[in-house]
């Protein structure tokens, strides 16, 4: 199969309908949080440095999405937050998180010299560790940190 790794530029213009509905049946909601941040202006990914992309299979079908943002947890400017990262379950397992990961790190590399996340999920934390981050317990809202540069 063959994924493509591409910058979302408008997140309206795109049907994210199938990664919401599969990640809320996995019990998380961040996705619905990233469609309704997008839709009130609350976060869409246009501050400095910020992105967010989507892999899709073929021409139509989004398998994947994540974005990269100021980390709203910090004053630190050089320091940003994987969000809203999620791969649809029949894709995983292909190199697509792995893909898109390496997409949003290369993005993030001239905007700032770390980025971080959160995840209580153990397979989260395997995917993240094995992609080169490196886990954390600095703040409670940080569960893995990779450093830039």
Known sequence: MT???QRIEDLK???VSQLVTESEEEGYRF???LVNDYEDGSNTFNKN???LYGVWEG???LVAIGGISQNPYTENKDEARLKRFYT???ARRQGVGSQLLSELVNHAKGNFKKITCRTESAKA??????NGFE???DTPDTTHVLKLG
């Open 3 to 5: 994924f493509k790794v």
């Open 13 to 15: 213009k795109v049907d």
């Open 31 to 33: 996705l619905t949080r």
């Open 49 to 51: 440095g910020e992105a």
């Open 59 to 61: 021409p139509e079908k």
């Open 88 to 90: 649809l379950g029949d």
């Open 125 to 130: 934390d395997a995917f993240y560790r094995a």
């Open 135 to 137: 886990e954390t317990h």
